[in-house]
């Protein structure tokens, strides 16, 4: 049974805008934090953002601070990551994740991702 869907990815230019979401199962959207991660080829894979699940913390890696928003919306039961002024090194693939924190390793459960593609 599929819990975490990503959806939303696509291709933009340098620039622009792009929202992806989180489609979390309801029996886990308010019992644990989701955080979004990407992977790009060949690199590891990255932390981009987590927020608690009550919604009341937040953290952003420093690469995506400013430009990028999490948000738990729980009338669709999702979280999105608003991604605006999108560079070139933005590129990878796009995961959910639920119950950790700041690392990969910390995270239970995960999506199969969404492609993110930045041209420059």
């Known amino acids: 049974q599929v819990q975490l869907t990503e959806s939303g990815g696509g291709s933009v230019q340098a620039g622009g805008s792009l929202t992806v979401s989180c489609a979390v199962s309801r029996n886990m959207f308010s019992r644990y934090s989701i955080g979004w991660f990407r992977q790009a080829p060949g690199k590891d894979r990255e932390f981009v953002a987590t927020i608690q699940r009550s919604g009341d913390r937040i953290h952003y890696a420093d690469s995506v601070k400013g430009r990028f928003t999490i948000s738990r919306e729980s009338a669709k039961n999702t979280v999105d990551l608003q991604m605006n002024n999108l560079k070139a090194e933005d590129t990878a693939v796009y995961y959910c994740?639920?119950?950790?924190?700041?690392?990969?390793?910390?995270?239970?459960?995960w999506g199969q991702g969404t492609q993110v593609t930045v041209s420059s």
């Open positions: 994740a639920a119950g950790g924190w700041l690392t990969a390793k910390s995270y239970s459960f």
